[in-house]
């Protein structure tokens, strides 16, 4: 009987190491293991170890912003582009710098805009009958090609509201105009490596910013003016003995409240511009 009881604690001990074992969760992967994995070409091994990294609780030996980066690459080998543009966002939201996150932003777009990893140029002349050839997305040095491609494409696209805003009467449009320029800023430094010709596209617009800007000032400055000399306390003066003061009518502080109103928000929109 004692040895019966011994064999079954010997049993019960073994299978619960065995469960133990089971359970117990592998060991977050290195960055430096990732990197390997995927420069391997072993996408699918590095997609299935990469959530153990990204989830470990310390994360001081990871770079969120390129694991990320090569998630939305690995995505794309494996011909997830909906996931892969999503992995290319997040990392947009990791980047410790603008230049950084510019990158990804392009590419998100980049592949969002593409078909099964490839992008294909719009016609932009009436005599194209036919679309261009698809570009690869996959391939770096044709990567760069379909970001110059995407550039001309958004900026046809933008054309208009670029020209318009050139010449608006307000602030809005210019304003409304700034997430299309910054996406081509982002799309023109993927291709190029520089900014100059959507600083060349913007320009119009800024110029037409600040003079309205500056018109807008001086005419709520004059105002103003106009104002403090109407609110301006009379003297006092003598009625039945006793001293009366003239006090600023009603509408004139109602003018001088909707000028500084209109004041801030002059000054709102020129740090926004």
Known sequence: MTCGVIALSV???????????????????????????????????????????????????YDRYELLTLKGEALLETKADAAAADAFRDAAKAAKSDDAASLVRATELLVRRSHQESYTPK??????????????????????????ELYEDERAARSKDIDSAAKADSLEPIIALEPALRTLADVERA????????????????????????????????RVDEVEKSAKHKRPRAIDGRRQVSWPRRRDVDAAAGTERRHRDVRSDRERV
Do not use: C, W
């Open 11 to 61: 049993v019960l001990s073994l299978s619960a190491a065995s469960a133990n074992a089971q359970t117990k969760p592998s060991a977050a992967p290195s960055s430096a293991e990732l990197h390997q994995i995927f420069d391997n070409a072993n996408y699918a091994q590095f997609l299935k170890e990469l959530p153990v990294a990204l989830s470990a609780k310390d994360q001081s030996a």
């Open 191 to 222: 291709a190029s490596g520089a900014t100059e010709q959507t600083a060349k596209l913007a320009r119009p617009a800024a110029d037409r910013a600040r003079t309205l800007i500056s018109d807008a000032t001086k005419k709520m400055d004059k």
């Open 123 to 148: 016609p932009h002349d009436k005599s194209q009958t036919a679309s261009t050839a698809a570009i690869d997305i996959i391939e770096k040095e044709s990567r760069k090609s379909a970001f110059a």
